[in-house]
Protein backbone atom coordinates (compact mmCIF):
# COMPACT_ATOMS: atom_id res chain seq x y z
CA UNK A 1 0.00 0.00 0.00
CA UNK A 2 1.34 3.64 -0.89
CA UNK A 3 1.77 5.59 2.22
CA UNK A 4 -0.83 8.34 2.31
CA UNK A 5 -0.31 12.05 3.48
CA UNK A 6 -2.59 14.41 5.21
CA UNK A 7 -2.96 18.27 4.29
CA UNK A 8 -1.57 20.11 6.87
CA UNK A 9 -3.91 22.71 6.81
CA UNK A 10 -4.00 23.17 10.76
CA UNK A 11 -0.32 24.33 10.33
CA UNK A 12 -0.78 26.67 7.82
CA UNK A 13 -3.09 29.85 8.96
CA UNK A 14 -2.44 32.51 6.77
CA UNK A 15 -2.59 36.34 7.61
CA UNK A 16 -5.47 37.47 9.77
CA UNK A 17 -8.31 39.30 7.31
CA UNK A 18 -9.64 41.19 10.23
CA UNK A 19 -6.15 42.93 11.09
CA UNK A 20 -5.34 43.35 7.33
CA UNK A 21 -9.45 45.37 6.79
CA UNK A 22 -8.36 46.97 9.94
CA UNK A 23 -4.86 48.38 8.64
CA UNK A 24 -6.21 48.99 5.12
CA UNK A 25 -9.81 49.70 4.82
CA UNK A 26 -10.46 53.26 3.01
CA UNK A 27 -6.40 53.85 2.81
CA UNK A 28 -5.29 55.37 -0.19
CA UNK A 29 -3.64 53.17 -2.81
CA UNK A 30 -0.58 55.45 -2.87
CA UNK A 31 -0.13 54.84 1.06
CA UNK A 32 0.03 51.31 0.12
CA UNK A 33 4.16 49.80 0.47
CA UNK A 34 5.00 48.37 -3.17
CA UNK A 35 5.17 45.72 -4.30
CA UNK A 36 1.28 44.89 -4.19
CA UNK A 37 -1.02 43.29 -6.26
CA UNK A 38 -4.25 45.16 -6.41
CA UNK A 39 -7.64 43.55 -7.78
CA UNK A 40 -10.53 45.64 -9.00
CA UNK A 41 -13.40 44.12 -7.62
CA UNK A 42 -15.92 45.45 -10.08
CA UNK A 43 -13.59 44.36 -12.83
CA UNK A 44 -13.37 40.75 -11.41
CA UNK A 45 -16.88 40.49 -10.93
CA UNK A 46 -17.96 41.62 -14.63
CA UNK A 47 -15.70 38.81 -15.98
CA UNK A 48 -17.39 36.16 -14.06
CA UNK A 49 -20.73 37.52 -15.06
CA UNK A 50 -19.83 37.83 -18.55
CA UNK A 51 -18.16 34.00 -18.51
CA UNK A 52 -22.05 32.74 -17.28
CA UNK A 53 -23.28 34.58 -19.76
CA UNK A 54 -20.77 32.91 -22.22
CA UNK A 55 -21.83 29.16 -20.85
CA UNK A 56 -25.37 29.98 -20.97
CA UNK A 57 -24.90 31.06 -24.68
CA UNK A 58 -23.31 27.84 -25.37
CA UNK A 59 -26.06 25.70 -24.00
CA UNK A 60 -23.52 24.26 -21.21
CA UNK A 61 -23.20 24.46 -17.39
CA UNK A 62 -20.60 25.90 -16.14
CA UNK A 63 -17.77 24.82 -13.39
CA UNK A 64 -15.12 27.51 -12.15
CA UNK A 65 -11.47 26.83 -12.00
CA UNK A 66 -10.39 28.41 -8.66
CA UNK A 67 -6.45 27.56 -9.17
CA UNK A 68 -5.41 31.45 -10.24
CA UNK A 69 -7.44 33.84 -7.11
CA UNK A 70 -7.52 30.58 -4.19
CA UNK A 71 -9.61 33.06 -2.06
CA UNK A 72 -13.32 32.67 -0.74
CA UNK A 73 -14.10 35.86 -1.48
CA UNK A 74 -13.02 35.37 -5.38
CA UNK A 75 -15.14 31.74 -5.09
CA UNK A 76 -18.38 33.38 -4.52
CA UNK A 77 -17.78 35.98 -7.06
CA UNK A 78 -17.13 33.07 -9.98
CA UNK A 79 -19.89 31.14 -8.58
CA UNK A 80 -22.68 33.85 -8.30
CA UNK A 81 -23.23 36.21 -10.66
CA UNK A 82 -25.61 39.22 -12.03
CA UNK A 83 -25.96 36.62 -15.10
CA UNK A 84 -26.39 32.89 -13.38
CA UNK A 85 -24.54 30.80 -10.90
CA UNK A 86 -22.67 27.48 -10.49
CA UNK A 87 -22.31 24.93 -7.68
CA UNK A 88 -19.56 23.24 -9.51
CA UNK A 89 -15.92 23.88 -8.88
CA UNK A 90 -12.57 22.41 -9.70
CA UNK A 91 -8.83 22.61 -7.54
CA UNK A 92 -5.91 22.10 -8.29
CA UNK A 93 -4.59 21.40 -4.79
CA UNK A 94 -5.45 19.33 -1.74
CA UNK A 95 -4.88 22.78 0.00
CA UNK A 96 -7.53 24.87 -1.97
CA UNK A 97 -10.20 21.57 -1.54
CA UNK A 98 -9.56 21.16 1.97
CA UNK A 99 -9.76 25.75 2.45
CA UNK A 100 -12.89 25.28 0.45
CA UNK A 101 -14.44 23.22 3.05
CA UNK A 102 -12.99 25.37 5.95
CA UNK A 103 -13.94 28.42 4.94
CA UNK A 104 -18.00 27.63 4.89
CA UNK A 105 -18.22 27.42 1.15
CA UNK A 106 -19.66 23.60 1.41
CA UNK A 107 -21.28 24.06 4.27
CA UNK A 108 -23.69 27.27 2.38
CA UNK A 109 -23.98 25.30 -0.74
CA UNK A 110 -21.95 27.54 -2.29
CA UNK A 111 -20.56 24.76 -3.42
CA UNK A 112 -21.84 21.25 -3.99
CA UNK A 113 -19.40 19.80 -6.54
CA UNK A 114 -15.89 19.70 -6.16
CA UNK A 115 -13.23 18.12 -8.58
CA UNK A 116 -9.88 17.39 -7.53
CA UNK A 117 -7.95 18.41 -10.88
CA UNK A 118 -4.90 16.52 -11.53
CA UNK A 119 -4.66 12.75 -11.89
CA UNK A 120 -5.36 11.57 -8.98
CA UNK A 121 -2.30 10.81 -6.71
CA UNK A 122 -1.73 7.68 -5.33
CA UNK A 123 -0.63 8.84 -1.50
CA UNK A 124 -3.59 11.39 -1.19
CA UNK A 125 -6.28 9.09 -1.85
CA UNK A 126 -7.22 8.99 2.32
CA UNK A 127 -7.28 12.29 2.22
CA UNK A 128 -9.46 12.41 -0.65
CA UNK A 129 -11.71 10.13 1.09
CA UNK A 130 -11.58 12.56 4.15
CA UNK A 131 -12.76 15.04 2.15
CA UNK A 132 -15.24 13.39 0.25
CA UNK A 133 -16.83 12.54 3.75
CA UNK A 134 -16.78 16.36 4.79
CA UNK A 135 -18.79 17.09 1.68
CA UNK A 136 -21.63 14.11 1.89
CA UNK A 137 -22.14 15.90 5.45
CA UNK A 138 -24.02 18.64 3.46
CA UNK A 139 -24.71 16.51 0.12
CA UNK A 140 -22.32 17.24 -1.97
CA UNK A 141 -20.01 15.20 -3.86
CA UNK A 142 -16.40 15.01 -4.49
CA UNK A 143 -15.08 13.76 -8.03
CA UNK A 144 -11.72 12.50 -9.69
CA UNK A 145 -9.52 12.87 -13.05
CA UNK A 146 -8.26 9.32 -13.65
CA UNK A 147 -6.13 9.17 -16.52
CA UNK A 148 -4.18 5.37 -16.05
CA UNK A 149 -5.59 1.81 -14.52
CA UNK A 150 -3.16 1.86 -11.66
CA UNK A 151 -5.08 4.48 -10.45
CA UNK A 152 -8.45 2.69 -10.25
CA UNK A 153 -6.63 -0.54 -9.16
CA UNK A 154 -5.36 1.76 -6.09
CA UNK A 155 -8.55 2.76 -5.40
CA UNK A 156 -10.41 -0.35 -5.23
CA UNK A 157 -7.15 -1.74 -3.00
CA UNK A 158 -7.94 1.50 -0.51
CA UNK A 159 -11.62 0.34 -0.72
CA UNK A 160 -11.21 -2.48 0.11
CA UNK A 161 -9.72 -1.77 3.89
CA UNK A 162 -12.96 1.22 4.54
CA UNK A 163 -15.62 0.17 6.40
CA UNK A 164 -18.42 1.90 4.68
CA UNK A 165 -16.62 2.55 0.83
CA UNK A 166 -18.55 4.05 -1.95
CA UNK A 167 -17.67 4.43 -5.50
CA UNK A 168 -16.00 7.05 -6.66
CA UNK A 169 -17.87 9.49 -9.54
CA UNK A 170 -14.64 9.62 -11.89
CA UNK A 171 -13.96 11.97 -14.98
CA UNK A 172 -11.66 10.23 -17.68
CA UNK A 173 -9.09 12.76 -18.80
CA UNK A 174 -8.51 13.21 -22.02
CA UNK A 175 -5.77 13.89 -24.34
CA UNK A 176 -6.75 15.89 -27.25
CA UNK A 177 -3.09 16.89 -28.41
CA UNK A 178 -1.50 18.58 -25.99
CA UNK A 179 0.37 15.72 -24.58
CA UNK A 180 -0.25 17.92 -20.73
CA UNK A 181 -2.24 14.32 -19.37
CA UNK A 182 -5.11 12.06 -20.11
CA UNK A 183 -5.53 9.17 -22.81
CA UNK A 184 -5.84 9.40 -26.35
CA UNK A 185 -9.39 8.40 -27.56
CA UNK A 186 -9.40 5.06 -29.34
CA UNK A 187 -5.84 4.47 -28.13
CA UNK A 188 -5.06 0.59 -26.59
CA UNK A 189 -4.32 2.70 -23.22
CA UNK A 190 -7.85 4.59 -23.58
CA UNK A 191 -9.58 0.73 -23.80
CA UNK A 192 -7.69 -0.72 -21.57
CA UNK A 193 -8.85 2.33 -18.85
CA UNK A 194 -12.10 2.04 -19.95
CA UNK A 195 -12.23 -2.07 -18.85
CA UNK A 196 -10.96 -1.31 -15.81
CA UNK A 197 -13.49 1.38 -14.88
CA UNK A 198 -16.04 -1.27 -15.79
CA UNK A 199 -15.11 -4.05 -14.19
CA UNK A 200 -14.13 -1.81 -11.12
CA UNK A 201 -16.60 -1.80 -8.08
CA UNK A 202 -14.40 1.53 -6.68
CA UNK A 203 -15.63 3.67 -9.61
CA UNK A 204 -18.18 5.09 -11.52
CA UNK A 205 -17.93 7.04 -15.19
CA UNK A 206 -19.44 10.75 -14.75
CA UNK A 207 -17.34 11.41 -18.12
CA UNK A 208 -14.72 12.95 -20.26
CA UNK A 209 -13.01 15.76 -19.14
CA UNK A 210 -10.65 18.08 -21.91
CA UNK A 211 -8.65 21.14 -21.19
CA UNK A 212 -7.23 22.69 -24.50
CA UNK A 213 -3.83 24.42 -22.79
CA UNK A 214 -2.48 25.14 -26.35
CA UNK A 215 -5.30 27.28 -27.38
CA UNK A 216 -3.08 30.14 -25.43
CA UNK A 217 -1.56 30.54 -28.95
CA UNK A 218 -4.88 31.59 -30.26
CA UNK A 219 -4.51 34.86 -31.76
CA UNK A 220 -8.16 35.54 -32.83
CA UNK A 221 -11.51 34.50 -32.31
CA UNK A 222 -11.47 32.02 -35.35
CA UNK A 223 -8.40 30.40 -33.93
CA UNK A 224 -9.87 30.05 -30.02
CA UNK A 225 -13.11 28.54 -32.13
CA UNK A 226 -11.20 25.79 -33.80
CA UNK A 227 -9.34 24.79 -29.90
CA UNK A 228 -12.71 24.57 -28.65
CA UNK A 229 -14.49 22.44 -31.82
CA UNK A 230 -11.32 20.58 -31.26
CA UNK A 231 -12.16 19.96 -27.56
CA UNK A 232 -15.38 18.78 -27.79
CA UNK A 233 -14.66 16.55 -30.92
CA UNK A 234 -11.55 14.86 -28.94
CA UNK A 235 -14.01 14.12 -25.52
CA UNK A 236 -17.14 13.31 -27.60
CA UNK A 237 -15.36 10.73 -29.58
CA UNK A 238 -14.45 8.89 -26.34
CA UNK A 239 -18.12 9.22 -24.92
CA UNK A 240 -18.82 7.64 -28.64
CA UNK A 241 -16.06 5.19 -28.02
CA UNK A 242 -17.26 4.14 -24.50
CA UNK A 243 -20.87 4.06 -25.30
CA UNK A 244 -19.69 1.71 -27.62
CA UNK A 245 -17.42 -0.65 -25.74
CA UNK A 246 -20.21 -0.58 -23.04
CA UNK A 247 -22.98 -1.98 -25.49
CA UNK A 248 -20.18 -4.80 -25.98
CA UNK A 249 -20.08 -6.11 -22.79
CA UNK A 250 -21.37 -9.46 -21.01
CA UNK A 251 -21.83 -7.92 -17.92
CA UNK A 252 -23.24 -4.21 -19.43
CA UNK A 253 -26.08 -4.65 -16.61
CA UNK A 254 -23.40 -4.51 -13.52
CA UNK A 255 -21.74 -1.29 -15.11
CA UNK A 256 -22.44 1.69 -13.44
CA UNK A 257 -21.63 4.77 -14.97
CA UNK A 258 -23.82 8.00 -15.00
CA UNK A 259 -25.80 8.92 -18.34
CA UNK A 260 -25.69 11.25 -20.10
CA UNK A 261 -22.18 11.07 -20.21
CA UNK A 262 -20.66 15.34 -18.90
CA UNK A 263 -18.47 16.38 -21.80
CA UNK A 264 -16.34 18.47 -19.69
CA UNK A 265 -14.28 21.03 -21.53
CA UNK A 266 -12.35 24.42 -21.87
CA UNK A 267 -8.98 26.82 -20.90
CA UNK A 268 -9.97 30.53 -20.29
CA UNK A 269 -9.08 31.19 -24.39
CA UNK A 270 -11.98 28.31 -25.81
CA UNK A 271 -14.30 29.59 -23.22
CA UNK A 272 -14.17 33.44 -24.26
CA UNK A 273 -14.89 31.89 -27.79
CA UNK A 274 -18.33 29.56 -26.48
CA UNK A 275 -21.42 31.43 -27.62
CA UNK A 276 -24.47 30.39 -29.53
CA UNK A 277 -22.51 31.26 -33.25
CA UNK A 278 -19.79 28.67 -32.00
CA UNK A 279 -22.21 26.43 -30.98
CA UNK A 280 -23.91 26.07 -33.64
CA UNK A 281 -20.62 24.85 -35.61
CA UNK A 282 -21.09 21.64 -33.71
CA UNK A 283 -22.14 19.67 -36.45
CA UNK A 284 -21.26 16.27 -34.67
CA UNK A 285 -24.30 14.72 -32.23
CA UNK A 286 -23.50 14.73 -28.82
CA UNK A 287 -22.44 11.88 -26.89
CA UNK A 288 -23.54 13.75 -23.74
CA UNK A 289 -24.05 17.07 -21.61
CA UNK A 290 -21.80 19.87 -22.15
CA UNK A 291 -20.18 21.68 -19.85
CA UNK A 292 -17.47 24.69 -19.88
CA UNK A 293 -14.73 25.15 -17.28
CA UNK A 294 -11.71 28.05 -16.92
CA UNK A 295 -9.67 28.92 -14.44
CA UNK A 296 -7.77 32.59 -14.88
CA UNK A 297 -10.62 34.68 -16.49
CA UNK A 298 -11.82 36.39 -13.41
CA UNK A 299 -8.28 38.22 -13.36
CA UNK A 300 -7.28 37.87 -16.90
CA UNK A 301 -3.30 39.04 -18.10
CA UNK A 302 -1.02 39.71 -21.17
CA UNK A 303 -0.86 35.65 -22.13
CA UNK A 304 -4.77 36.60 -22.18
CA UNK A 305 -4.21 39.64 -24.10
CA UNK A 306 -2.80 38.29 -26.86
CA UNK A 307 -5.34 35.97 -28.05
CA UNK A 308 -7.45 39.06 -29.31
CA UNK A 309 -10.51 37.80 -27.19
CA UNK A 310 -10.27 40.52 -24.56
CA UNK A 311 -8.98 43.60 -24.04
CA UNK A 312 -6.95 45.47 -21.33
CA UNK A 313 -9.86 47.06 -19.89
CA UNK A 314 -10.71 43.69 -18.92
CA UNK A 315 -7.92 43.05 -17.03
CA UNK A 316 -8.54 43.42 -13.37
CA UNK A 317 -5.36 42.70 -11.85
CA UNK A 318 -2.46 44.31 -11.65
CA UNK A 319 1.21 45.11 -9.42
CA UNK A 320 2.42 48.00 -8.21
CA UNK A 321 5.92 48.99 -8.00
CA UNK A 322 8.00 51.91 -7.30
CA UNK A 323 10.56 53.41 -9.29
CA UNK A 324 14.02 53.43 -7.42
CA UNK A 325 16.66 54.33 -9.89
CA UNK A 326 16.72 55.43 -13.42
CA UNK A 327 19.97 54.85 -15.94
CA UNK A 328 20.00 57.40 -18.90
CA UNK A 329 20.92 56.29 -22.15
CA UNK A 330 22.04 52.63 -20.74
CA UNK A 331 19.45 50.88 -22.58
CA UNK A 332 19.81 49.52 -26.39
CA UNK A 333 20.67 51.82 -28.88
CA UNK A 334 20.69 54.42 -25.67
CA UNK A 335 17.83 54.46 -24.45
CA UNK A 336 16.70 55.05 -20.97
CA UNK A 337 16.09 52.35 -18.17
CA UNK A 338 14.45 52.70 -14.66
CA UNK A 339 15.05 49.94 -11.50
CA UNK A 340 11.77 49.47 -9.86
CA UNK A 341 11.34 47.68 -6.31
CA UNK A 342 9.46 44.05 -7.38
CA UNK A 343 11.33 41.32 -9.51
CA UNK A 344 10.84 37.60 -9.96
CA UNK A 345 9.03 37.03 -6.68
CA UNK A 346 6.73 39.14 -7.79
CA UNK A 347 5.85 38.84 -11.05
CA UNK A 348 7.35 35.08 -12.15
CA UNK A 349 9.64 34.75 -14.89
CA UNK A 350 6.47 33.63 -17.18
CA UNK A 351 7.35 35.77 -20.53
CA UNK A 352 4.73 35.20 -23.51
CA UNK A 353 4.03 36.43 -26.88
CA UNK A 354 5.15 40.71 -26.40
CA UNK A 355 8.31 38.99 -24.91
CA UNK A 356 8.51 41.08 -21.78
CA UNK A 357 7.45 40.15 -18.60
CA UNK A 358 4.95 42.65 -17.79
CA UNK A 359 4.02 45.81 -19.16
CA UNK A 360 3.16 49.56 -17.31
CA UNK A 361 -0.03 50.82 -17.63
CA UNK A 362 -0.74 53.67 -19.20
CA UNK A 363 2.92 54.25 -20.34
CA UNK A 364 5.04 53.18 -22.85
CA UNK A 365 7.04 51.01 -20.69
CA UNK A 366 7.54 47.30 -20.40
CA UNK A 367 9.15 45.16 -17.48
CA UNK A 368 12.17 44.17 -20.16
CA UNK A 369 14.53 42.46 -17.41
CA UNK A 370 14.34 40.66 -14.19
CA UNK A 371 15.88 39.15 -11.08
CA UNK A 372 15.02 38.06 -7.52
CA UNK A 373 13.93 41.26 -6.11
CA UNK A 374 14.33 44.03 -8.29
CA UNK A 375 12.98 44.39 -12.33
CA UNK A 376 14.19 46.79 -15.17
CA UNK A 377 11.92 49.01 -17.35
CA UNK A 378 12.67 49.68 -20.72
CA UNK A 379 10.38 52.18 -22.88
CA UNK A 380 8.20 50.48 -25.48
CA UNK A 381 8.30 53.09 -28.58
CA UNK A 382 10.18 56.75 -28.58
CA UNK A 383 7.51 58.70 -26.42
CA UNK A 384 8.30 57.74 -23.32
CA UNK A 385 9.55 60.02 -21.05
CA UNK A 386 12.17 60.04 -18.00
CA UNK A 387 10.47 58.13 -14.43
CA UNK A 388 10.95 60.32 -11.84
CA UNK A 389 12.45 58.25 -8.69
CA UNK A 390 9.40 57.52 -6.05
CA UNK A 391 7.28 56.96 -8.83
CA UNK A 392 4.77 54.51 -8.58
CA UNK A 393 3.76 52.61 -11.58
CA UNK A 394 1.13 49.70 -12.11
CA UNK A 395 2.07 47.16 -14.44
CA UNK A 396 0.24 44.05 -15.79
CA UNK A 397 2.19 40.69 -15.54
CA UNK A 398 1.77 37.76 -18.38
CA UNK A 399 0.35 35.33 -16.20
CA UNK A 400 -1.56 36.33 -12.92
CA UNK A 401 -1.91 32.48 -12.03
CA UNK A 402 1.71 32.76 -10.93
CA UNK A 403 1.68 35.90 -10.00
CA UNK A 404 -0.71 35.92 -7.80
CA UNK A 405 0.76 33.22 -5.94
CA UNK A 406 3.83 35.46 -4.52
CA UNK A 407 1.63 37.46 -2.53
CA UNK A 408 0.64 36.61 1.19
CA UNK A 409 -2.95 39.15 0.27
CA UNK A 410 -4.61 41.24 -2.41
CA UNK A 411 -5.55 44.64 -1.86
CA UNK A 412 -9.18 44.85 -3.73
CA UNK A 413 -10.55 48.55 -4.72
CA UNK A 414 -13.53 49.02 -6.73
CA UNK A 415 -14.24 51.23 -9.84
CA UNK A 416 -17.59 52.46 -8.14
CA UNK A 417 -16.23 53.28 -4.46
CA UNK A 418 -13.74 56.52 -4.55
CA UNK A 419 -12.65 55.67 -8.49
CA UNK A 420 -10.83 52.59 -7.39
CA UNK A 421 -8.60 54.95 -5.69
CA UNK A 422 -9.25 53.24 -1.80
CA UNK A 423 -8.60 49.83 -0.43
CA UNK A 424 -12.16 48.65 0.05
CA UNK A 425 -11.13 44.99 1.03
CA UNK A 426 -8.39 42.35 1.61
CA UNK A 427 -8.31 38.74 0.52
CA UNK A 428 -6.42 36.41 1.92
CA UNK A 429 -5.05 33.58 -0.81
CA UNK A 430 -4.69 30.04 0.43
CA UNK A 431 -0.87 28.91 0.36
CA UNK A 432 0.58 25.24 0.37
CA UNK A 433 -0.47 21.88 -1.24
Known amino acids: MVPQSKTPFELLNGPNKQDLLDAYIGKPMESIRTPAIVIDRKLFAQNCANMHNKAREWGATFRA ?12 LQLSSQED ?23 DSTIQDLLYGLP ?6 EDLSNLRREFAKYGGVVRLLVDHPDQIL ?16 VFVKINGGQNRAGVSPGSPGFYTLLDVIFKSTAVQLHGFYGHAGNAYAS ?18 IAAEYALNAISKLDHRDDVVIIQPFVLSVGSTPTAHAASKQTRELLSQALHGTLELHAGNYPMLDLQQQHTGLIDNAQI ?4 RATVISYYAERGVDGSDEAMIDAGAIAFSKDTGPSGSYGEVVGLPWTLSRISQEHGILAPSNSTATPLKLGTIVRIVSQHACLTAAAYPWYYIVDGDIGEGSEVVDVWVPWKGW
Open 120 to 125: VALNKV
Open 219 to 236: TSLSEASAFLSGEVQAVN
Open 316 to 319: SQHV
Open 65 to 76: HLKTHKTTEGTR
Open 85 to 107: QTHAVIVSTMMEAWQVVRSGLVA
Open 154 to 169: FLERFKANQETPTRWS
